[in-house]
């Protein structure tokens, strides 16, 4: 059994956090790399 992790109301699985994680980590660098950066003028 996976061990839980309680922080006030919320309740998630250490596997758990560690794909939500990673998936933040994903769309922030989707989104870095889409926006323009100022030499591709």
Known sequence: M???LQWGIVLITIPNL???GLMIVVFA???AFALPHP???
Do not use: R
């Open 2 to 4: 996976s061990q839980f």
């Open 18 to 20: 560690v794909v939500v």
């Open 29 to 31: 660098l989707g989104v």
């Open 39 to 41: 030499s591709d003028q």
